[in-house]
């Protein structure tokens, strides 16, 4: 309940960016939203996104406070969609509402994707090389080393929690046992999950994100 | 391969399809229809696994070549898309099972493949949607291809984007609703054994030789112990595959 600070809303942004006082830096134009968001595309050139988009957004470019910007990771985190993808949303939004978002989100995806496009339409005419698909062999086993350490990363945060553990494992089970479709499998362990974690004596004490 | 392998088939002759079927039966119209699919598909990938495990399971591709199946693939991901919890790699598993399973877009390597390649490349690595789309159109040539992968790329993106959009103008409101609360905290752990199933699902469509998973698991450690960018991780894994040490 100590960290009920003065969080501001992103929906006033549009109108009252001068209220923030520890943003030392002007709101930004459409256009360095643009660009500012293609910098952050670039800089995580093979991750570590959100990362960099903090050190550009506040520390480089001074948008915005520490503060407000990890309210925004946690609204990125909480809501469906891709985390960084969020994120240019929120930023985007925070300074000029939809149009923001628009533009942020087309800063952080129209070159990264049409290069993208490239490398795809290069791949479907060329894997078939035996030279590219001996390379490519080796890559995607460090891709597979990359996708195995994503559960590892945040198992840490739910080593004091023995039923999230339980949750954790038996959604493995489900899908690596019984092959159960990731829609079903949500739609019924969500709810589950929620009630138990519903906050009790209306004081609610989310654990760090 | 000769790694993973006999783990992967014990689990799969612990639970006799038999036993998947008919559980699939019990359960409820359309949560079975996609266990049997994959059971059966599972199935006959164990028993085939043994001989060749390159081998692509036999289905017909859904060809691209009228603007029906573009909407069907645009549909697909705009339903899949409020399903992305974690940062949208929860859905690695799901975007296996359509493109390699269902609509037999691509072959598994081929998705290892792609998978490899939108982490490699920059910006988000959800942009792998537009390499699935491309995959999807790529039979009927370029054109298609990149039409394709634009209409999955929007669509596994528009719903959850202007979800987003209102969840940044209403934040204030549902901040402290227990309704968030509970969605933060029970969704966490399960978000967190998808994870796992993810990463097993990829490791597995990899499908590499004993040194390139021991190269999978040493990138998987220092991925967790180091801050070095994975593309160094990639390069080396790249180099070792080009020199044959690593191979499918």
Known sequence: MTERRTTPSPSTGAEETAMHPPTPSPPPSLRELFVGMLHVAFSAFGGGLSAWSQRIVVEQRRWMSNEEFLTGLTVARLFPGPNQINMAVYVGAFFHGLRGALVALAG?????????????????????????????AGVVAAAAGMALSMGFKILGQYRRDPVALVLAAATLVAMEVFHVRLVPLVLVAGPLAMAWYWPRGGLPNPPQA | MVLTLPLFHLVLQVVAPSDLASLAAALPGALSHGLVATASASASGAATAAAAVSQVPHCDPVRLNDLGHLVQVMGTFLGLSLFSLGGGNTLLSEYHHISVEQFCWLTPSQFADVYALAEAAPGPSSMLVGLLGMGAGWPEGPGWALLSAYGAELAILLPSTLLMVVACLHWNRMKDSPWRIAFERGLGP????????????????????????IVSLMVCLLMLRTRLSPLWFMAVAGLLGGLGVINR
Do not use: E, Q, W
């Open chain 1, 108 to 136: 952080m995806l129209l070159l990264p994707f049409t290069l993208l496009m490239v490398f795809g339409l290069a791949y479907f005419s060329l894997h078939t090389l035996p030279a590219i698909d001996r390379v490519l």
């Open chain 2, 190 to 213: 399960i978000t967190l054994g998808i994870l796992f199933a993810v990463g097993l699902k990829i490791l597995r469509t990899a499908d590499t030789n004993t040194p390139g998973v």
